[in-house]
């Protein structure tokens, strides 16, 4: 089974090997594995400091280290326990993400005035706006479709916010597509005790849905394939809409590129309004930022701000967790936030997305280079023409990005690590006496830079 225990335990005996024994007696060994969270092993340190000298020092160790036993997991997230109970002393730190149980109940703090409005998303907030202040009367449904992170919870929720303000006789039900359907499917199981509970059960689930005035559903991408709710969705949709109950839904695909979903559900998506979320400006992610670190109070500088903003491509939750960051960081050193202390807070970290685009960026250019195709060179072909441009690709991501061998191999037509660190030993040996091969790497390292 795969424990955050087992997976350290074996790191630690790779890491023995590659750090000397007081150092690893002094950090290393006292570090505690408490979770596995998007793939990556989160190691709790004792103490501030044996925090400070870990992530200075023992990061690249460490994550290698873990690469090497398990493919799933490829990366670490360090967190200090004595920090954490130091932030809950500092008043309201609503630490961003951290615990928000998502799909449970309305959110107070995603209201209209903690949304910033930019060109990306002023035509969803207007939809929404009218949504809040006339339920049911007009676009009914309001479909929001956008990229992960840009703010389609957060809309729905000050949608909610509004109307239990201003509308307090409302009733709203607010629900995800994967509660509805947990929900649904422990409907249908009699219960043990004999009671006519599968009924009853069916029944309550029903009137919960039905009897709402303003439904919401988050994510409804989630019922492709799941025709039997489906079917429950369409009876309950047209009956809300029947009776012009306002039903609001979003999801990360218009309703067409949803595979699976049943014609009939398509189309009622589709009767109201689609409102897309785009990916925010530069300026937009700014005011965002500045408004994250008022609420937050953090004493941030502007071109900080902006530093951030560049960093990640579009998704705001990654925004707002390289803010508490760079804070975090800041209260950790005792020190003011500057700019320079904000790159260095910032210098492990990778913009997933941009990582691949670059990625993309150093394959087109050996592709180009070699004459060959990108089918290929992600392909299981073994031919010589095919094999050394590969490897020649993998040795340059290596070199240009700090990216986690297990998601070069996934770039790579899903090969393991061994595979990639194969490439890279193999290219690193060879040019060394091999004047044309060296020439190569050159003329590509050229075409990626863009000379
Ligand atoms: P999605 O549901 O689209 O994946 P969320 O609604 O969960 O994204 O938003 C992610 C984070 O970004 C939340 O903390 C949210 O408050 C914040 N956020 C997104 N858009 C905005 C915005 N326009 N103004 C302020 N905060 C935003
Ligand atoms: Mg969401």
Redesign the pocket.
């Known amino acids: 089974m795969l424990t955050p225990n087992s997976i350290w335990e074996k790191s630690l005996k790779s890491l023995e090997t590659v750090v000397n024994v007081y150092c690893f007696q002094a950090w290393l060994e006292n570090l505690t594995p408490v979770d596995i969270v998007d793939n990556k092993l989160v190691l709790s340190a004792p103490s501030k400091m044996a925090y400070a000298v870990i992530s200075d020092n023992y990061l690249d160790k460490i994550r290698t280290a873990i690469q090497q036993q398990d493919l799933f997991v490829n990366d670490v997230d360090l967190i200090c326990e004595e920090f954490q109970s130091d932030m809950n002393r500092i008043p309201k730190p609503t630490n961003v993400e951290v615990a928000v149980p998502?799909g449970v109940s309305l959110l107070p703090k995603y209201t209209f005035d903690s949304f910033v409005v930019g060109d990306s998303n002023k035509f969803v907030h207007a939809a929404a706006r009218a949504v809040a202040e006339f339920p049911g009367v007009r676009y009914n449904p309001l479909f929001i479709y956008g990229g992960v992170g840009l703010g389609?919870?957060h809309i729905m929720h000050a949608i909610g916010n509004y109307i239990k303000q201003f509308n307090p006789n409302k009733r709203l039900v607010y629900t995800t597509s994967e509660k509805f359907t947990n929900e649904f499917i422990s409907a249908l199981i009699p219960s043990k005790n004999n009671t006519p509970n599968q009924y009853s059960n069916m029944q309550a689930f029903k009137e919960n849905y039905r009897t709402a005035d303003v439904l919401m559903i988050?994510?409804v991408q989630f019922f492709e394939n799941k025709p039997s709710v489906q079917e429950e969705l369409f009876h309950t949709f047209n009956e809300l809409h029947n009776e012009n109950r306002q039903i609001i839904l979003?999801s990360d695909r218009m309703p067409k590129d949803i595979p699976s979903l049943e014609e009939r559900l398509r189309t009622r998506f589709e009767w109201g309004i689609i409102a897309d979320v785009q990916p925010p400006s530069i300026e937009t992610k700014v005011a965002i930022l500045q408004m994250k670190a008022e609420q937050e109070r953090y004493v941030i500088p502007r071109d900080v701000f902006f530093l951030i903003a560049e960093r990640v491509e579009s998704n705001i939750r990654e925004m707002e967790s390289l803010l508490s960051r760079v804070s975090l960081y800041a209260k950790m050193l005792n020190q003011d936030i500057t700019i320079e202390l904000a790159s260095e807070s910032l210098k492990d970290y990778i913009d997933h997305k941009k990582v691949q685009m670059s990625a993309d960026t150093i394959i087109n250019a050996t592709c180009k280079y070699f004459n060959i195709t990108r089918d290929d060179i992600v392909s299981k072909k073994k031919t010589k023409e095919i094999v050394e441009p590969r490897q020649i690709a993998i040795f340059l991501i290596l070199e240009f990005l700090s990216l986690p061998l297990a998601s070069i191999g996934q770039i790579f037509g899903g090969r393991d690590h061994t595979t990639v660190i194969h490439a890279r030993d193999k290219i690193t040996n060879k040019q060394i006496d091999d004047a044309k091969l060296a020439v190569q790497l050159k003329d590509i390292r050229n075409m990626i830079n863009g000379n």
Request: glycine share 0%; hydrophobic share 0%.
């Open positions: 998502e389609k919870t988050d994510d979003t």
